[in-house]
């Protein structure tokens, strides 16, 4: 991916600065056809980016957090133990001398003022110059993630293992659509949101968006919702947005099944449940997802009181070829018959795995055998089937 962006150098310069004027013209200082410039808002960028490409600079403000804070000196840390090479130059108006000598301490190569000069801060790079020419490409805040219309969901159908042509459903996957960002994946926003404790706020934006998109859905078939235990923690929130959105969008409640993924441990609130229950009575319906790995909901069974479990892909693919993963299934499925609820097998991707989940007797799967998620407008064929 990285070979794909960059020139023959291989040469990555990220640049985090709290204003992004202030960022884009400092990229351009550096830009260069054989060099990606990267800009970013706050420090996590930093550590985040680093984990995904090998940095060879990074310039960041000392006070990308605020005015009293000093956040910009956790990503100069963060980034020299990824990237021990990568040149990292520390910069801020009126700086103290405390903070250039803390700057050093953890890593910093260098420390400018500004104002400075474009040829004197390549060269304390140890940057060649500037073409003019090249990729600039800014990686979006939260606030822009969540605001952004290129925040759009793809859709995955769920089937009939006895008739895999008709559409019972269809999961909502979180997709960040600007092509030119291929690294800002859904693993990429839910961790940059969890390192500045915002999950809840883009699991609640990526339902909004979901709700908007679901329009174009064939109508007979129920909309999955992937929803992380944080954003269940404000029961009240939880439940205006649900409503507010499905009313706004024409969605009847009765088609809408939250996943609560086992992201992390759900620890309901004083809301919480209430709002489950409010949300049960009108129609909606509940299931637990990736049922047996990470942290168990199990424990909530008897208060979520779900419609569905689904197992994971990590016990769905090629269970066939495992009887160790075959005896979990049939417990889970076990489990579902002892609390009433459907099972839904994830992860079936061969003709073979959709033969042996009809064999233990599941009901429904969802899985690149039958279909790979796409726009909502792609699924009219299940309209009919």
Request: glycine fraction near 6%; proline fraction near 5%; hydrophobic fraction near 40%.
């Amino acid at each position: 991916m990285t070979k794909e962006l960059t020139g023959p150098d291989d040469s990555v310069v990220l640049i985090l600065d709290r204003v992004r004027e202030r960022a884009t013209i400092s990229a351009s200082a550096f830009a260069n056809r054989n060099r990606l410039v990267l800009t970013g808002g706050d420090a996590v960028v930093g550590s985040l980016v680093g984990r995904r490409m090998a940095l060879s600079s990074m310039v960041t403000e000392a006070q990308i957090a605020g005015r009293f804070s000093f956040d910009g000196l956790d990503a100069v840390a963060d980034v020299r133990r990824i990237s021990p090479s990568c040149r990292i130059v520390v910069t801020g108006e009126d700086l103290p001398e405390s903070v250039a000598e803390e700057a050093i301490r953890r890593g910093a190569s260098d420390v400018v003022p500004r104002p400075f000069h474009g040829t004197e801060f390549r060269n304390r790079l140890g940057l060649g110059s500037s073409t003019g020419e090249g990729l600039i490409l800014h990686i979006p805040t939260i606030e822009e993630f969540t605001a952004s219309e290129w925040l759009s969901p793809a859709f995955q159908p769920i089937v009939d293992v006895a008739n895999p042509d008709r559409g019972v459903g269809y999961e909502s996957l979180a997709r960040y659509r600007e092509k030119t960002l291929p690294f800002c994946d859904p693993s990429f926003m839910f961790e940059y949101a969890r390192l500045c404790d915002r999950t809840a706020e883009l699991d609640l934006a990526c339902l909004r968006r979901t709700l908007r998109v679901a329009r174009e859905l064939p109508e007979q078939g129920k909309i999955f919702v992937n929803i992380h235990p944080r954003a269940l923690a404000n029961g009240d929130l939880f439940l205006r947005t649900v409503v507010d959105e499905a009313a706004a969008n024409q969605i009847a409640l009765s088609r809408l099944v939250l996943e609560i993924t086992e992201q992390e441990k759900l620890t309901p609130t004083g809301s919480t449940l209430p709002a489950v229950e409010t949300l049960r009575t009108a129609g909606v319906e509940f299931a637990l997802d990736d049922v047996g790995s990470s942290y168990s909901h199990l424990d909530l069974m008897s208060r979520i009181r779900p419609t569905y479990l689904k197992i994971g892909h990590e016990f769905g693919t090629d269970f066939e070829k495992d009887p160790a993963r075959k005896k979990i299934i049939r417990n889970i499925q076990s489990l579902a018959r002892d609390f009433e609820c459907e099972v839904i097998l994830e992860g079936v991707e061969t003709a073979e795995t959709s033969r042996a989940a009809a064999d233990i007797g599941a009901r429904y799967a969802q899985g690149f055998f039958y279909a790979r998620p796409a726009e909502a407008s792609a699924l009219v064929q299940y309209a009919t089937a």
